[in-house]
Protein backbone atom coordinates (compact mmCIF):
# COMPACT_ATOMS: atom_id res chain seq x y z
CA UNK A 1 0.00 0.00 0.00
CA UNK A 2 2.92 2.64 0.89
CA UNK A 3 4.94 3.39 -2.08
CA UNK A 4 8.74 3.38 -1.18
CA UNK A 5 9.84 6.94 -1.98
CA UNK A 6 11.77 8.29 -4.76
CA UNK A 7 12.81 11.65 -6.07
CA UNK A 8 10.97 12.70 -8.62
CA UNK A 9 8.01 12.32 -5.82
CA UNK A 10 9.60 14.82 -3.97
CA UNK A 11 8.69 17.44 -6.49
CA UNK A 12 4.97 16.67 -6.44
CA UNK A 13 5.47 17.45 -2.76
CA UNK A 14 5.71 21.32 -1.92
CA UNK A 15 6.78 22.59 1.05
CA UNK A 16 8.43 19.10 2.14
CA UNK A 17 9.38 19.46 5.33
CA UNK A 18 11.09 16.08 6.08
CA UNK A 19 15.12 15.64 6.15
CA UNK A 20 15.25 12.03 6.20
CA UNK A 21 13.00 11.25 3.87
CA UNK A 22 15.36 13.18 1.24
CA UNK A 23 18.70 11.61 3.13
CA UNK A 24 18.90 9.04 0.29
CA UNK A 25 19.03 11.56 -2.03
CA UNK A 26 20.89 14.14 0.22
CA UNK A 27 23.87 10.95 0.27
CA UNK A 28 23.39 10.77 -3.28
CA UNK A 29 24.10 14.72 -3.66
CA UNK A 30 26.74 14.60 -0.41
CA UNK A 31 25.73 17.93 0.52
CA UNK A 32 27.64 17.24 3.31
CA UNK A 33 24.64 19.16 5.75
CA UNK A 34 23.02 17.59 8.42
CA UNK A 35 20.20 19.74 10.20
CA UNK A 36 18.25 20.17 6.99
CA UNK A 37 15.20 21.67 9.02
CA UNK A 38 12.57 22.68 6.37
CA UNK A 39 12.76 22.52 2.63
CA UNK A 40 10.92 24.66 -0.06
CA UNK A 41 10.06 23.11 -3.31
CA UNK A 42 10.15 25.89 -6.31
CA UNK A 43 8.41 23.88 -8.73
CA UNK A 44 8.64 25.84 -11.84
CA UNK A 45 12.15 26.42 -12.02
CA UNK A 46 12.77 23.32 -10.52
CA UNK A 47 14.78 23.90 -6.77
CA UNK A 48 14.48 22.61 -3.71
CA UNK A 49 15.81 24.89 -0.85
CA UNK A 50 16.73 23.69 2.51
CA UNK A 51 16.94 25.70 5.77
CA UNK A 52 19.47 24.16 8.03
CA UNK A 53 19.29 24.47 11.92
CA UNK A 54 22.95 25.45 12.40
CA UNK A 55 24.81 28.43 13.44
CA UNK A 56 25.05 30.38 11.96
CA UNK A 57 21.92 29.51 10.09
CA UNK A 58 22.28 28.13 6.40
CA UNK A 59 19.87 27.88 3.03
CA UNK A 60 21.04 25.34 0.78
CA UNK A 61 19.66 25.50 -3.24
CA UNK A 62 19.58 22.56 -4.79
CA UNK A 63 18.63 21.36 -8.83
CA UNK A 64 15.44 19.10 -9.01
CA UNK A 65 17.04 18.21 -12.36
CA UNK A 66 19.97 17.02 -11.47
CA UNK A 67 19.87 16.80 -7.71
CA UNK A 68 23.12 19.14 -7.69
CA UNK A 69 23.84 21.49 -5.07
CA UNK A 70 24.05 25.00 -6.93
CA UNK A 71 24.75 27.31 -3.83
CA UNK A 72 24.49 27.96 -0.13
CA UNK A 73 23.59 30.96 1.61
CA UNK A 74 25.31 31.41 5.03
CA UNK A 75 23.24 33.97 7.21
CA UNK A 76 25.20 36.74 9.39
CA UNK A 77 26.42 36.03 12.74
CA UNK A 78 23.55 36.11 15.46
CA UNK A 79 20.67 34.25 12.91
CA UNK A 80 20.72 30.55 13.70
CA UNK A 81 18.93 27.46 13.81
CA UNK A 82 16.40 27.64 10.48
CA UNK A 83 12.94 25.99 11.74
CA UNK A 84 10.78 26.63 9.07
CA UNK A 85 10.16 27.95 5.81
CA UNK A 86 7.62 29.52 3.13
CA UNK A 87 7.27 30.40 -0.31
CA UNK A 88 5.99 33.05 -1.98
CA UNK A 89 5.92 31.29 -5.72
CA UNK A 90 4.39 34.42 -7.06
CA UNK A 91 7.14 36.75 -6.28
CA UNK A 92 9.98 34.16 -6.21
CA UNK A 93 10.29 34.66 -2.61
CA UNK A 94 10.81 32.87 0.42
CA UNK A 95 10.31 33.32 4.12
CA UNK A 96 12.66 31.13 6.69
CA UNK A 97 12.52 31.44 10.75
CA UNK A 98 15.11 31.42 12.54
CA UNK A 99 15.53 30.46 16.44
CA UNK A 100 16.07 33.22 18.07
CA UNK A 101 12.80 34.49 16.47
CA UNK A 102 13.91 36.53 13.26
CA UNK A 103 12.93 35.67 9.77
CA UNK A 104 14.83 36.07 6.78
CA UNK A 105 13.64 37.37 3.61
CA UNK A 106 15.13 35.78 0.46
CA UNK A 107 15.02 36.71 -2.93
CA UNK A 108 15.24 33.12 -5.07
CA UNK A 109 16.01 34.76 -8.33
CA UNK A 110 19.17 35.60 -7.45
CA UNK A 111 19.37 33.90 -3.89
CA UNK A 112 20.38 36.64 -2.05
CA UNK A 113 18.50 38.18 1.47
CA UNK A 114 16.58 41.19 1.15
CA UNK A 115 15.68 41.87 4.25
CA UNK A 116 15.47 40.51 8.00
CA UNK A 117 12.87 41.07 11.08
CA UNK A 118 13.84 40.29 14.30
CA UNK A 119 11.03 39.76 16.36
CA UNK A 120 10.86 40.36 20.25
CA UNK A 121 12.73 37.98 22.52
CA UNK A 122 10.53 35.83 24.16
CA UNK A 123 9.12 35.14 20.33
CA UNK A 124 11.25 32.40 19.67
CA UNK A 125 10.67 28.45 18.13
CA UNK A 126 8.78 29.03 15.61
CA UNK A 127 6.71 26.16 14.26
CA UNK A 128 4.31 27.17 12.54
CA UNK A 129 4.13 29.37 9.29
CA UNK A 130 1.24 30.24 6.93
CA UNK A 131 1.02 32.18 4.25
CA UNK A 132 -1.94 34.80 2.35
CA UNK A 133 0.10 35.62 -0.82
CA UNK A 134 -2.80 37.38 -2.20
CA UNK A 135 -3.08 40.31 0.67
CA UNK A 136 0.47 39.42 1.36
CA UNK A 137 0.62 38.58 5.33
CA UNK A 138 2.27 36.08 6.68
CA UNK A 139 0.85 34.32 10.30
CA UNK A 140 3.38 32.24 12.39
CA UNK A 141 2.99 30.49 15.63
CA UNK A 142 5.66 30.54 18.50
CA UNK A 143 6.57 26.83 20.42
CA UNK A 144 7.20 28.81 23.65
CA UNK A 145 4.86 29.50 26.11
CA UNK A 146 2.98 31.75 26.55
CA UNK A 147 2.61 30.76 22.61
CA UNK A 148 1.88 33.53 20.28
CA UNK A 149 0.34 33.77 16.96
CA UNK A 150 1.38 36.58 15.15
CA UNK A 151 0.66 38.34 11.79
CA UNK A 152 2.86 40.17 10.03
CA UNK A 153 2.10 42.64 6.76
CA UNK A 154 4.82 41.37 4.24
CA UNK A 155 4.69 44.86 2.27
CA UNK A 156 6.24 46.47 5.19
CA UNK A 157 7.63 43.84 7.04
CA UNK A 158 6.33 44.29 10.56
CA UNK A 159 4.59 42.68 13.11
CA UNK A 160 1.06 44.41 12.74
CA UNK A 161 -1.11 42.38 14.92
CA UNK A 162 -0.47 39.24 17.81
CA UNK A 163 -3.07 37.01 19.81
CA UNK A 164 -1.38 35.40 22.80
CA UNK A 165 -2.79 32.13 23.70
CA UNK A 166 -4.19 30.89 27.16
CA UNK A 167 -1.08 29.62 29.18
CA UNK A 168 -2.68 26.31 29.75
CA UNK A 169 -2.00 25.87 25.79
CA UNK A 170 1.53 24.52 24.74
CA UNK A 171 2.96 25.37 21.56
CA UNK A 172 2.17 26.28 17.99
CA UNK A 173 2.93 23.38 16.10
CA UNK A 174 1.48 24.01 12.73
CA UNK A 175 0.00 26.61 10.51
CA UNK A 176 -1.95 26.46 7.44
CA UNK A 177 -4.26 29.71 5.28
CA UNK A 178 -7.33 28.91 3.65
CA UNK A 179 -7.41 31.83 0.57
CA UNK A 180 -11.13 30.93 0.29
CA UNK A 181 -12.55 32.02 3.41
CA UNK A 182 -9.28 33.79 4.49
CA UNK A 183 -9.05 31.91 7.50
CA UNK A 184 -5.81 30.24 9.37
CA UNK A 185 -5.35 27.51 11.04
CA UNK A 186 -2.99 26.38 14.01
CA UNK A 187 -2.60 23.04 15.64
CA UNK A 188 -1.75 23.98 19.61
CA UNK A 189 -0.56 21.66 21.96
CA UNK A 190 -2.59 21.69 24.84
CA UNK A 191 -4.35 18.25 26.74
CA UNK A 192 -6.44 17.82 24.26
CA UNK A 193 -4.89 18.97 21.21
CA UNK A 194 -6.45 21.92 19.11
CA UNK A 195 -7.13 23.21 16.50
CA UNK A 196 -7.46 26.91 16.38
CA UNK A 197 -9.28 28.59 13.47
CA UNK A 198 -8.61 32.50 13.30
CA UNK A 199 -10.41 35.17 10.77
CA UNK A 200 -7.51 36.19 8.83
CA UNK A 201 -8.38 40.07 8.24
CA UNK A 202 -10.50 41.13 11.47
CA UNK A 203 -7.33 38.74 13.02
CA UNK A 204 -9.68 36.77 15.85
CA UNK A 205 -9.98 33.43 16.92
CA UNK A 206 -13.57 32.56 15.72
CA UNK A 207 -13.55 28.52 16.61
CA UNK A 208 -11.46 25.97 18.74
CA UNK A 209 -11.56 22.18 17.83
CA UNK A 210 -10.56 19.41 20.38
CA UNK A 211 -8.73 16.81 18.80
CA UNK A 212 -7.77 13.47 20.21
CA UNK A 213 -5.38 12.46 22.24
CA UNK A 214 -3.95 9.82 19.68
CA UNK A 215 -3.55 12.32 16.62
CA UNK A 216 -0.60 13.88 19.06
CA UNK A 217 1.71 15.24 18.09
CA UNK A 218 0.94 16.99 14.32
CA UNK A 219 3.66 18.67 12.52
CA UNK A 220 1.78 19.45 9.60
CA UNK A 221 -1.80 20.45 8.31
CA UNK A 222 -3.42 20.68 4.48
CA UNK A 223 -6.60 22.36 2.96
CA UNK A 224 -8.66 21.15 0.27
CA UNK A 225 -10.23 25.04 -0.18
CA UNK A 226 -12.44 23.22 -3.06
CA UNK A 227 -13.92 20.92 -1.15
CA UNK A 228 -14.15 22.34 2.66
CA UNK A 229 -11.68 19.87 4.07
CA UNK A 230 -8.92 20.35 6.49
CA UNK A 231 -5.99 16.92 6.86
CA UNK A 232 -4.06 16.47 9.93
CA UNK A 233 -1.49 13.93 10.17
CA UNK A 234 -0.20 12.75 13.31
CA UNK A 235 3.26 11.85 14.33
CA UNK A 236 2.83 8.30 15.73
CA UNK A 237 2.94 4.52 15.18
CA UNK A 238 0.38 4.15 12.99
CA UNK A 239 -0.16 7.73 12.39
CA UNK A 240 -3.73 9.07 11.51
CA UNK A 241 -5.06 11.36 9.21
CA UNK A 242 -8.37 13.21 10.74
CA UNK A 243 -10.39 15.19 7.95
CA UNK A 244 -12.05 18.22 9.36
CA UNK A 245 -15.00 19.47 7.78
CA UNK A 246 -14.30 23.64 7.26
CA UNK A 247 -17.68 24.51 7.35
CA UNK A 248 -19.19 23.13 10.65
CA UNK A 249 -15.67 22.81 12.25
CA UNK A 250 -16.16 19.25 12.95
CA UNK A 251 -14.29 16.11 12.46
CA UNK A 252 -15.49 14.41 9.60
CA UNK A 253 -13.33 11.09 9.45
CA UNK A 254 -9.83 9.32 10.56
CA UNK A 255 -7.89 7.37 8.86
CA UNK A 256 -5.40 5.02 10.28
CA UNK A 257 -2.63 4.11 7.96
CA UNK A 258 -1.28 0.53 7.18
CA UNK A 259 1.58 -0.52 8.07
CA UNK A 260 4.76 1.86 7.99
CA UNK A 261 2.64 4.63 8.13
CA UNK A 262 3.86 6.13 10.79
CA UNK A 263 5.11 9.35 11.78
CA UNK A 264 4.38 11.85 9.60
CA UNK A 265 6.14 15.01 9.43
CA UNK A 266 4.63 16.89 5.87
CA UNK A 267 2.00 17.01 3.63
CA UNK A 268 0.86 18.16 0.30
CA UNK A 269 -2.11 18.36 -1.64
CA UNK A 270 -3.08 18.30 -5.02
CA UNK A 271 -7.24 18.96 -4.83
CA UNK A 272 -7.93 19.48 -8.56
CA UNK A 273 -6.58 15.28 -8.69
CA UNK A 274 -7.83 14.33 -5.59
CA UNK A 275 -4.84 13.34 -3.91
CA UNK A 276 -2.97 14.32 -0.84
CA UNK A 277 0.02 12.97 -0.28
CA UNK A 278 2.31 12.51 3.40
CA UNK A 279 5.79 12.06 4.23
CA UNK A 280 6.44 10.16 6.84
CA UNK A 281 9.72 11.05 9.47
CA UNK A 282 11.26 7.35 9.24
CA UNK A 283 14.14 5.79 7.30
CA UNK A 284 13.38 5.02 4.75
CA UNK A 285 10.73 7.71 4.39
CA UNK A 286 7.70 6.92 2.80
CA UNK A 287 5.19 8.99 0.76
CA UNK A 288 1.11 8.07 1.40
CA UNK A 289 -1.23 9.00 -0.98
CA UNK A 290 -4.71 8.89 0.38
CA UNK A 291 -7.62 9.62 -2.65
CA UNK A 292 -9.35 12.30 -1.08
CA UNK A 293 -13.23 10.96 -2.22
CA UNK A 294 -13.40 8.22 -0.77
CA UNK A 295 -10.46 9.20 1.98
CA UNK A 296 -8.71 6.15 1.86
CA UNK A 297 -5.32 5.24 1.40
CA UNK A 298 -4.05 4.15 -2.15
CA UNK A 299 -1.29 1.81 -3.54
CA UNK A 300 0.68 4.86 -5.96
CA UNK A 301 1.23 2.62 -8.33
C1 LIG B 1 22.54 21.08 -12.65
O1 LIG B 1 21.44 21.86 -13.08
C2 LIG B 1 21.62 23.27 -12.88
C3 LIG B 1 20.35 23.96 -13.33
O2 LIG B 1 19.28 23.57 -12.53
C4 LIG B 1 22.84 23.75 -13.64
O3 LIG B 1 23.03 25.14 -13.39
C5 LIG B 1 24.06 22.98 -13.19
O4 LIG B 1 25.17 23.36 -13.98
C6 LIG B 1 23.84 21.49 -13.35
N1 LIG B 1 24.96 20.79 -12.75
C7 LIG B 1 25.48 19.69 -13.28
C8 LIG B 1 26.64 19.10 -12.54
O5 LIG B 1 25.05 19.20 -14.30
C1 LIG C 1 18.39 41.48 13.89
O1 LIG C 1 19.13 40.46 14.52
C2 LIG C 1 20.40 40.21 13.93
C3 LIG C 1 20.99 38.99 14.59
O2 LIG C 1 21.04 39.13 15.98
C4 LIG C 1 21.28 41.44 14.09
O3 LIG C 1 22.53 41.21 13.47
C5 LIG C 1 20.58 42.61 13.43
O4 LIG C 1 21.32 43.80 13.66
C6 LIG C 1 19.18 42.80 13.99
N1 LIG C 1 18.49 43.82 13.21
C7 LIG C 1 17.89 44.84 13.77
C8 LIG C 1 17.23 45.79 12.83
O5 LIG C 1 17.84 44.98 14.97
C1 LIG D 1 15.05 39.74 -6.89
O1 LIG D 1 16.20 39.75 -7.68
C2 LIG D 1 15.91 39.98 -9.04
C3 LIG D 1 17.22 39.81 -9.81
O2 LIG D 1 18.22 40.63 -9.29
C4 LIG D 1 15.30 41.36 -9.19
O3 LIG D 1 14.99 41.59 -10.54
C5 LIG D 1 14.05 41.45 -8.34
O4 LIG D 1 13.54 42.77 -8.38
C6 LIG D 1 14.36 41.09 -6.92
N1 LIG D 1 13.11 41.02 -6.16
C7 LIG D 1 12.91 41.73 -5.07
C8 LIG D 1 11.58 41.61 -4.42
O5 LIG D 1 13.77 42.47 -4.58
C1 LIG E 1 19.87 40.44 -5.98
O1 LIG E 1 18.92 41.38 -6.41
C2 LIG E 1 18.79 42.49 -5.55
C3 LIG E 1 17.61 43.30 -6.04
O2 LIG E 1 17.61 43.43 -7.42
C4 LIG E 1 20.12 43.26 -5.55
O3 LIG E 1 20.02 44.38 -4.71
C5 LIG E 1 21.22 42.34 -5.08
O4 LIG E 1 22.47 42.99 -5.18
C6 LIG E 1 21.26 41.07 -5.89
N1 LIG E 1 22.17 40.15 -5.22
C7 LIG E 1 22.99 39.36 -5.87
C8 LIG E 1 23.83 38.45 -5.02
O5 LIG E 1 23.05 39.34 -7.11
C1 LIG F 1 0.10 46.35 4.77
O1 LIG F 1 0.67 47.62 4.94
C2 LIG F 1 0.46 48.48 3.83
C3 LIG F 1 1.21 49.76 4.10
O2 LIG F 1 0.82 50.32 5.32
C4 LIG F 1 -1.03 48.72 3.67
O3 LIG F 1 -1.27 49.53 2.55
C5 LIG F 1 -1.73 47.39 3.46
O4 LIG F 1 -3.12 47.56 3.42
C6 LIG F 1 -1.39 46.44 4.60
N1 LIG F 1 -1.93 45.13 4.27
C7 LIG F 1 -2.94 44.58 4.92
C8 LIG F 1 -3.44 43.29 4.40
O5 LIG F 1 -3.43 45.10 5.91
C1 LIG G 1 -12.24 20.72 24.72
O1 LIG G 1 -11.20 20.66 25.68
C2 LIG G 1 -11.39 21.54 26.79
C3 LIG G 1 -10.15 21.42 27.64
O2 LIG G 1 -9.08 22.09 27.03
C4 LIG G 1 -12.64 21.15 27.53
O3 LIG G 1 -12.84 22.05 28.59
C5 LIG G 1 -13.82 21.20 26.58
O4 LIG G 1 -14.97 20.74 27.23
C6 LIG G 1 -13.56 20.33 25.36
N1 LIG G 1 -14.64 20.54 24.39
C7 LIG G 1 -15.36 19.54 23.91
C8 LIG G 1 -16.41 19.93 22.93
O5 LIG G 1 -15.13 18.39 24.19
C1 LIG H 1 -20.55 18.81 9.32
O1 LIG H 1 -20.74 18.93 7.92
C2 LIG H 1 -20.60 17.70 7.22
C3 LIG H 1 -20.74 18.01 5.75
O2 LIG H 1 -19.70 18.84 5.35
C4 LIG H 1 -21.64 16.72 7.71
O3 LIG H 1 -21.42 15.47 7.06
C5 LIG H 1 -21.47 16.51 9.21
O4 LIG H 1 -22.49 15.68 9.70
C6 LIG H 1 -21.54 17.85 9.93
N1 LIG H 1 -21.21 17.64 11.34
C7 LIG H 1 -21.84 18.27 12.31
C8 LIG H 1 -21.40 17.94 13.71
O5 LIG H 1 -22.72 19.07 12.10
C1 LIG I 1 -11.80 7.96 14.60
O1 LIG I 1 -13.16 7.76 14.32
C2 LIG I 1 -13.73 6.77 15.15
C3 LIG I 1 -15.13 6.52 14.63
O2 LIG I 1 -15.75 7.74 14.30
C4 LIG I 1 -13.70 7.20 16.58
O3 LIG I 1 -14.22 6.21 17.39
C5 LIG I 1 -12.26 7.45 16.97
O4 LIG I 1 -12.19 7.95 18.29
C6 LIG I 1 -11.63 8.42 16.03
N1 LIG I 1 -10.23 8.52 16.32
C7 LIG I 1 -9.60 9.68 16.25
C8 LIG I 1 -8.15 9.60 16.48
O5 LIG I 1 -10.16 10.73 16.01
C1 LIG J 1 -15.42 17.63 -4.23
O1 LIG J 1 -16.80 17.87 -4.26
C2 LIG J 1 -17.40 17.58 -5.49
C3 LIG J 1 -18.83 18.04 -5.45
O2 LIG J 1 -19.37 17.91 -4.16
C4 LIG J 1 -17.27 16.09 -5.75
O3 LIG J 1 -17.84 15.75 -6.99
C5 LIG J 1 -15.80 15.72 -5.77
O4 LIG J 1 -15.64 14.35 -5.93
C6 LIG J 1 -15.14 16.17 -4.51
N1 LIG J 1 -13.72 15.98 -4.66
C7 LIG J 1 -12.99 15.45 -3.72
C8 LIG J 1 -11.55 15.37 -4.03
O5 LIG J 1 -13.46 15.09 -2.65
Given at each position: MIKKIILIIIII??????TELIEQGITTLNIGENNLMCSIIDTPNEFIYFGASTSPAQIIKISLSNFTKISTLTLQEGLDYISTGIIDREKELAYFATNPGSIIKVNLTNFSIISIYNLSEEENSIEGFAIDTQNQILYLGTYNVPAKIIKINLTIFEKVDEITLDSSYGGVRAGQYDPVHDMVYFVVESSPNKVLKIHGSSFIITNTLNLSSQVYPTFDLMIDSLNGSLFIGSYTQPAIIVQISLTNFSILSNLTLSEGGNNIMTSNIDPGAGFIYFGTHTFPGYVIKVELHDFIEIDSD
Amino acid sequence: MIKKIILIIIIILINFTNTELIEQGITTLNIGENNLMCSIIDTPNEFIYFGASTSPAQIIKISLSNFTKISTLTLQEGLDYISTGIIDREKELAYFATNPGSIIKVNLTNFSIISIYNLSEEENSIEGFAIDTQNQILYLGTYNVPAKIIKINLTIFEKVDEITLDSSYGGVRAGQYDPVHDMVYFVVESSPNKVLKIHGSSFIITNTLNLSSQVYPTFDLMIDSLNGSLFIGSYTQPAIIVQISLTNFSILSNLTLSEGGNNIMTSNIDPGAGFIYFGTHTFPGYVIKVELHDFIEIDSD
